[in-house]
């Protein structure tokens, strides 16, 4: 998972993750996404920043979030209140960090096309 990032945009240096501060827009990724949803659900620490993580920990994780969002439906909608308020605060604040690096999200589904 840490070397695809580097397919997905992720700041990667020997196969092992530079932490979602360093990553890029601050965690605008796919294992950017992974470190917000752990946070969301209490699995880390939102101080964790998976500074130095490898493949095997990060698909742990994903296993352990995967069964967390299937509580839900996969649906913030169907988060129970507080859980959703985090998820709001958690993915505005991410939002806010990567306007500020310069990231512009109509940019990044334009280059998906």
């Known amino acids: 998972m840490v070397v695809a ?3 997905m945009g992720a700041v990667v ?3 092992v993750y530079c932490g979602i501060h360093n990553d890029k827009y601050g ?4 294992i950017g996404s992974i470190v917000k ?3 969301l659900f209490g699995l880390l620490p939102e101080t964790e920043s998976c ?3 490898t493949n095997a920990q990060f698909e742990k994780l994903q296993q352990d979030i995967a069964k967390a969002w299937d509580q839900y ?4 909608g169907n988060l129970p209140a507080e859980l959703r308020e985090r998820h ?3 993915h505005d604040e991410a939002i806010q960090r990567a306007r500020a690096m310069g990231w512009d999200p109509d940019t990044e589904l334009s280059d998906e096309s």
């Open 5 to 7: 990032a580097r397919e």
């Open 13 to 15: 240096k020997d196969k």
């Open 27 to 30: 965690g605008m990724t796919s």
């Open 37 to 39: 949803d752990a946070w």
């Open 51 to 53: 500074e130095g993580w």
């Open 73 to 76: 439906g996969l649906l913030v």
């Open 88 to 90: 709001h605060r958690i």
